[in-house]
């Protein structure tokens, strides 16, 4: 199988943010994974992929998983990856995507918490695809195309309904891998994705501050070592690659959205050296920060504008 690429740029990890009702904070859209557009991500809602056409792979950190049509995938929301094509090709998504609170908010049942069971394995035990052809399969995507079509209505009364069938289609995995197997299988692997998530918002959230493993290592309540040697080991990136990219994110914001200069630009991320923002723009862009804003500014070159938002990404996507 041949994979779109993705370069260095690609395996960014930043938040990827999704709008929700505060009330029902649940979407269910259709989506077309693009080759080399889309970067490796987490977020703060929890998703499940049916993969409807196409091939391709659902990168995990630096773990590869085949999508085929009929694939479902259950992504934690502390979980980095992103989806990819094989080359030439599409991979159209389902997805469903919800935070953790609308099926088990605080104080819930010990029964609602058991529904969120598939997102929470470690994934050196219990994979998080189920192989379109399966029996497991078979019933879940339909439940799932359900789903769809219930939302798609737009119809508030219908909303238990929405809600009882997302239910229904975790209720479907439970039964297949059983209370005992899930719980075996909910160990390590979340508990060090729960320590990376605080630390990716707050890259998010200071990167225009000076940051170091210290300040880290303070939010998680973790040595300085350990931060570096989880973070890697989790996200398939380096914390400075991490760093470095997201500052790299807010410069491009800042370039297409404001008037301000590269040397001002430049002071904002952090870099109190301009040819080394220099540097580290182009070899993750490929273009200098001018290029940049010419290239994806309405009134600069031949692209059409493409506005990029800190740590966020466009509405809809995964």
Known sequence: MRLTSCDGRGMAVYVWQ?????????????????GGADRMHWHDHLEIALVLEGRGAFLFGRRVLPAEPGDVFF????QPHVALPETDGRLRLLLVLFRPELIAGPGCRELDLGYLAPFRVDERIASPRICGG???AA?????????????????????HLVDATLR????????HHGARQLAAATTTGTDRREQIRPVLAYVDKHCRESITLGDIADVV????SRVRHVFKDVTGVSFKEYVTQVRVTESKRLLISTDLSVADIARAVSYTNLNQF??????????SPGEYRHYYTPTGGDGAPMPVAAGTAAAGRP
Request: proline share 7%; charged share 25%; hydrophobic share 40%.
């Open 18 to 34: 999704q709008d929700m009702a505060p009330d029902f904070p649940l979407s269910v859209l259709e989506y077309e994974a693009v």
């Open 75 to 78: 992504i934690d929301n502390s």
């Open 134 to 136: 399966t029996p497991l």
């Open 139 to 159: 019933e879940v995507g339909p439940v799932l195309l359900e789903l769809r079509e219930t939302w798609d209505r737009h119809d508030a009364a219908e909303r």
């Open 168 to 175: 229904r289609a975790l209720a479907l995995v439970n039964r």
């Open 221 to 224: 309540h973790i040595s300085p």
């Open 278 to 287: 220099y540097k580290v723009f182009y070899r993750s862009c490929a273009m």
